[in-house]
């Protein structure tokens, strides 16, 4: 098993910045890529960055790349989002979430999900 906490939502003005964090604890972190995912009200959860358990490769959603950056820290535990130039659209429930192998970008790739952490950006 692993846990996943994610932390670091709030409200921001559009234009701003945040940097989520995800504290992952149970089985090895450095064994799992991880990924970050979305959910808006009423519409599906949706992938946000991907990256590999040692951080030589990352991916991203048309929707954010080039304003966020996706990293992690094996030695802490932790994964990051680190969310700039922020849009009214990035409103949402951001989750990260565990699998073993590859990164993948659909929701069902995924075995651990964190609680989720909410992001709104005013406009």
């Known amino acids: 098993q692993v846990q996943l906490v994610e932390s670091g939502g709030g409200l921001v003005q559009a234009g701003g910045s945040l940097r989520l964090s995800c504290a992952a604890s149970?089985?090895?972190?450095?064994?799992?890529?991880m990924g970050w995912f979305r959910q808006a009200p009423g519409k599906e959860r949706e992938f946000v960055a991907g990256?590999?358990?040692?951080?030589?490769?990352?991916r991203y959603s048309d929707s954010v790349k080039g304003r966020f950056t996706i990293s992690r820290d094996n030695a802490k535990n932790t994964l990051y989002l680190q969310m700039n130039s922020l849009k009214p659209e990035d409103t949402a429930v951001y989750y990260c979430?565990?699998?073993?192998?590859?990164?993948?970008?659909?929701?069902?790739?995924?075995?651990?999900w964190g609680q989720g952490t909410q992001v709104t950006v005013s406009s």
């Open positions: 979430a565990a699998r073993g192998g590859a990164i993948v970008v659909v929701t069902t790739g995924y075995n651990y």
């Open positions: 990256i590999n358990w040692i951080a030589t490769s990352t």
């Open positions: 149970g089985r090895t972190f450095s064994n799992y890529a």
